[in-house]
């Protein structure tokens, strides 16, 4: 069965960085893009990040964009998110996502 296991977040300061990352099974990972969604309190889900199975291409959401990197590495069926300049609003609950399967989430605190 397919399994997504984020890990990664955790409490960093405004200014800070994390690197998020999605270890995918049960699939043949290297086939597919992934993507990242969060989920702030009281919010619906809301879409980050994309990558396309080689990598070749991403795109973000405008709140992220020039901030967050998503990158995958397809000999580890890993999928990354690289967060810089991290800002309180970017508190959430990270998930990765493939098709309409979705990991446990990993919770990302910006705060000081």
């Known amino acids: 069965q397919v399994q997504l296991v984020e890990s990664g977040g955790g409490l960093v300061q405004p200014g800070g960085s994390l690197r998020l990352s999605c270890a995918a099974s049960g699939f043949t990972f290297s086939n597919y893009a992934m993507s990242w969604y969060r989920q702030a309190p009281g919010k619906e889900r809301e879409f980050v990040a994309r990558i396309t199975r080689t990598g070749s291409s991403t795109n973000y959401a405008d709140s992220v964009k020039g901030r967050f990197t998503i990158s995958r590495d397809n000999a580890k069926n890993t999928v990354y998110l690289q967060m810089n300049s991290l800002k309180p609003e970017d508190t959430a609950v990270y998930y990765c996502?493939?098709?309409?399967?979705w990991g446990q989430g990993t919770q990302v605190t910006v705060s000081s």
């Open positions: 996502s493939w098709f309409d399967s």
